[in-house]
């Protein structure tokens, strides 16, 4: 099945500094890629959808110009937080398009970012 | 508003069967998903749910009553490797994915 990989797992950061976070479709090409943000003991909140070659679509009250999406290619798609602040301390999870599984079109995950920001 | 709901925590017993419920208020219906997640990773696959009945695959099960808005997810034979937070997720009528908060599984031994 398709296989998301995301770097880094793990990421402590300074207040004020920009952190990046990857996620790759590895051995398929992805025109469109999710990025969710999840809180302890929440649900996942769909953050934006990552289009290839076009800008991103944001979901309602996240500030585009903090989380730069960027998908330049058809196997890669990139979350900065720039300005990072202690609230931004998250897991960030990207996801690929649906594939088929069991009959239904199913998200596959990549493993997670898990953001600190001192 | 769109709105799953699920238990935030359970306890069970290794080899024991143990139901977990979802219920859903939401923009139309496209089918329900249950993954299943543990501590500090993504979320992976369980089942999915479109038609109102039972899925069986191995030792879950899920079920799903749309009149209702109403899933359960069944686990059998509970094993500790199950101790992960199991998500309910609902695809409304615009394909959008909500999710539920997660209902955090402890099994003791």
């Known amino acids: 099945g398709a296989v998301v990989s995301q770097h880094p797992s793990w990421v402590i950061c300074k207040s004020g500094t920009s952190v990046k976070i990857e996620c790759r479709s590895l051995?398929?090409?992805?025109?469109?890629m999710f990025w969710y943000r999840q809180f302890p003991k929440q649900s996942l909140m769909l953050m934006a959808t990552?289009?290839?070659?076009?800008?991103?679509?944001?979901e309602q009250g996240v500030e585009k110009d903090k989380f730069l999406i960027n998908h330049a290619s058809l196997t890669l798609s990139t979350l900065t937080v720039t300005s990072a602040h202690p609230e931004d301390s998250s897991f960030y999870i990207c996801?690929?398009?649906?594939?088929?599984?069991?009959?239904?079109?199913?998200?596959?995950f990549g493993a997670g970012s898990r953001l600190t920001v001192l | 508003g769109q709105n799953i709901d699920q238990p935030t925590e359970m306890t069970a017993t290794e080899g024991a069967i143990v139901q977990i419920n979802c219920t859903y208020q939401?923009?139309?219906?496209?089918?329900l998903f249950w993954y299943q997640q543990h501590a500090g990773e993504a979320p992976t696959f369980l089942s999915y749910?479109?038609l109102d009945g039972l899925e069986e695959k191995g030792r879950f099960s899920s079920f799903l009553s749309r009149s209702k808005g109403y899933s359960y997810l069944l686990l059998k034979e509970l094993q500790m490797k199950d101790s992960a937070s199991y998500l309910c997720?609902?695809?409304?009528?615009?394909?959008?994915?909500?999710w539920g908060a997660g209902t955090k599984l402890i099994i003791k031994p």
């Open positions: 996801s690929a398009p649906p594939e088929r599984l069991s009959g239904a079109n199913v998200l596959t």
């Open positions: 051995d398929f090409q992805a025109t469109t």
């Open positions: 990552s289009n290839e070659g076009s800008k991103a679509t944001y």
């Open positions: 939401t923009s139309g219906f496209n089918g």
């Open positions: 749910n479109v």
């Open positions: 997720a609902v695809r409304d009528q615009n394909y959008q994915l909500i």
